[in-house]
């Protein structure tokens, strides 16, 4: 595998393949990075509005790398590979189409069993995605496994002695649970419970 912190940030630019959003605004540049068949993704802030990106940016780039950090090794999370500045920061590529892109009814049970797992995996390293409700932060697979991206929204646990933030944190589960029964409501409303409805 490539060692992506070997490469600066204006030769992993140069080696983009695809544009999977372009800057503008308070947006990133996220682009598809291939270097010797190793793929990659660049999350860069640097092209964004001036006054966004030197305000607001660095704060969004360490709420998501702390979210990924502690995240490393949950299945359905990309892994952290590199930070290259405050606004900048290199993560796994994940081949999948975004489940607002799915046709209804082609996922099964399964799939949103796997969904809720990968919430229990991030909500028990104290991390919540706080941004489900947008199908586009939702990847399936071809072998439909769910990955999650996009932490910038993510919201930490607070320490046990913080008990409105320990709540807040609660509110926050519920709604990432409450994102993947809204998103079966969508793709396979036959597959709901009674309880779910």
């Not at 993704?41 to 360490?62: E, N």
């Not at 049970?109 to 995996?121: A, G, P, S």
């Not at 998103?183 to 779910?196: F, G, N, Y």
Request: charge should be negative.
């Amino acid at each position: 595998m490539v060692d992506w912190q070997s490469f600066d940030l204006k030769t992993i630019r140069d080696n983009t393949t695809a544009t999977h959003r372009k800057a503008h605004g308070s947006r990133p540049d996220v682009l598809q990075i291939n270097i010797d068949g190793d793929e990659a993704v660049l999350k860069d802030y640097t092209h964004s509005d001036t006054w966004f990106r030197r305000l607001i940016a660095p704060l969004l780039v360490i709420r998501e790398v702390r979210s990924l950090r502690l995240l490393d090794g949950v299945k359905g999370v990309p892994r952290l590979y590199y930070v290259y500045n405050r606004y900048a920061f290199l993560m796994e590529s994940v081949h999948g189409v975004a489940a607002s892109q799915i046709v209804k009814n082609t996922l099964d049970d399964d799939f949103f069993v796997r969904m809720n797992n990968v919430l229990d995996n991030i909500h028990d390293k104290g991390v919540t995605h706080c941004d489900l409700r947008s199908a586009g932060n939702t990847l399936i697979t071809p072998d439909h496994q769910p990955w999650l991206v996009d932490f910038v929204a993510s919201i930490h646990q607070s320490s046990r002695w913080n008990i409105i933030g320990r709540w807040i944190f609660e509110q926050f589960v519920d709604a990432d649970y409450g994102a993947v029964l809204k998103l079966k409501k969508r793709l396979a409303p036959d597959l709901l419970s009674d309880d779910e409805l």
